[in-house]
């Protein structure tokens, strides 16, 4: 049996005992401490922290994108990637104290596929039962891990729901790669009555309280964490003025458009590359340009931000330059896994 280090977080105060042979992500994530975290791959930077005392830790494979060589010798670490040796403490540089505190333990689970039926040419609509446990209790906009059969990997997919509690299913809006490994796994193989292991929640991509006003801008998959999100504040009678900017290609890649349930709810969507067979009079370019000649100040306003990493890496600046303040920008951006597969979708 390893042995077992204390890592305690600044400023916030929390230790938590953590096994050499896990991460000191996922051995918070065991203990309902929810870190910010992001591809839990070492390449998005989201879960990158500073080592205040102790030196024995030990990283896995990671990106220097994501930790540059310079920053490592500087003491800073990738919390996804680092084992710890020793005692240590860590500052935490990107945090929220309400959702660390709010985490929910992640567990193992079985789930029963149910459906798994076209949303649009490239994306399918995934159902699953849970079997054991039979729910799974977890916030609007988190996300699971699931263990692709006779491989050693795990996809990650947020759901589309906003609970498993009484329907104890789970629900997905997953794009189909030609050579991903999920994707093809899904598209060629998965039936019905398919037996799948998955693991979670996971995710701080959670709508905050407050009486703001709401921007969501999403694109591609990006779609499901803020359907539920959306979903969640219809259920809640949440009335914030909220508005939606979804960003496709063509037309055929729209769905979900009838999902407009809240009083104060705009649904924009916008095709950056129109059929001229579409007959399209809605609004043209890429989304995040289309945000900017619709939205004014946004001092006031919250921003939530989901999809590629190419519109999230364009967004968050845009969203800065309109006036939202940087701690009130909340985003999930869908890191790739392997060349070209899916990841984070």
């Known amino acids: 049996m390893a042995d077992k280090h204390v890592v305690r977080f600044e400023p916030v105060g929390i230790e938590i005992e953590v096994d050499e042979d896990q991460t000191i992500l996922r051995a918070a994530f065991e203990q309902g401490i929810m870190l910010m975290h992001g591809c839990k791959e070492g390449q998005c930077s989201s879960c990158k922290s500073f080592v205040l005392d102790g030196d024995d830790i030990e990283l896995e494979r990671y990106s220097t994108f994501a930790l540059p060589?310079?920053?490592?010798?500087?003491?800073?670490?990738?919390?996804c990637r680092a084992h710890a040796y020793e005692d240590v403490t860590i500052e935490l540089l990107n945090f929220d104290e309400d959702m660390i505190r709010s985490g929910l333990p992640i567990q193992q689970a079985t789930a029963e596929v149910v459906s798994k039926d076209p949303v649009t040419h490239d994306m399918r609509h995934l159902v699953l039962q849970l079997t054991e446990?039979?729910?799974?209790?977890?916030?609007?906009?988190?996300?699971?891990?699931?263990?692709?059969?006779?491989?050693?990997a795990t996809r990650s997919f947020s759901m589309a729901n906003t609970s498993s509690l009484q329907?104890?299913?789970?629900?997905?809006?997953?794009?189909?790669?030609?050579?991903?490994?999920?994707?093809?796994?899904?598209?060629?193989?998965?039936?019905?009555?398919?037996?799948?292991?998955?693991?979670?929640?996971?995710?701080?991509?959670?709508?905050?309280?407050?009486?703001?006003?709401?921007?969501?801008?999403?694109?591609?998959?990006?779609?499901?964490?803020?359907l539920s999100l959306l979903?969640?504040?219809?259920?809640?009678?949440?009335?914030?003025?909220?508005?939606?900017?979804?960003?496709?290609?063509?037309?055929?890649?729209?769905?979900?458009?009838?999902e407009q349930r809240l009083p104060a709810f705009r649904y924009v969507p916008a095709l950056s590359e129109p059929d001229p067979a579409d007959d399209w009079d809605g609004e043209v370019g890429l989304i995040t340009d289309v945000v900017q000649r619709k939205e004014g100040d946004l001092k006031k306003a919250h921003a939530y931000v989901c999809g590629p990493p190419p519109m999230v890496e364009a967004a968050l600046p845009l969203l800065t330059r309109l006036g939202v303040p940087e701690k009130r920008i909340y985003y999930d951006k869908f890191t790739f896994t392997g060349d070209p597969d899916e990841g984070r979708t």
């Open 133 to 152: 446990p039979t729910a799974i209790k977890f916030f609007p906009g988190q996300y699971v891990d699931i263990a692709i059969p006779g491989t050693n």
């Open 69 to 79: 060589d310079f920053e490592r010798e500087e003491g800073y670490t990738l919390l």
């Open 231 to 258: 979903r969640s504040m219809a259920d809640r009678g949440i009335g914030r003025r909220a508005t939606y900017y979804y960003g496709a290609r063509r037309h055929r890649d729209l769905c979900f458009t009838d």
């Open 167 to 226: 329907s104890g299913q789970l629900e997905f809006v997953i794009k189909i790669y030609p050579d991903g490994l999920f994707s093809h796994f899904l598209d060629a193989q998965l039936t019905e009555g398919d037996q799948l292991s998955l693991s979670g929640p996971y995710g701080v991509f959670t709508l905050r309280e407050g009486d703001d006003d709401l921007i969501f801008v999403g694109g591609g998959a990006g779609m499901a964490p803020i």
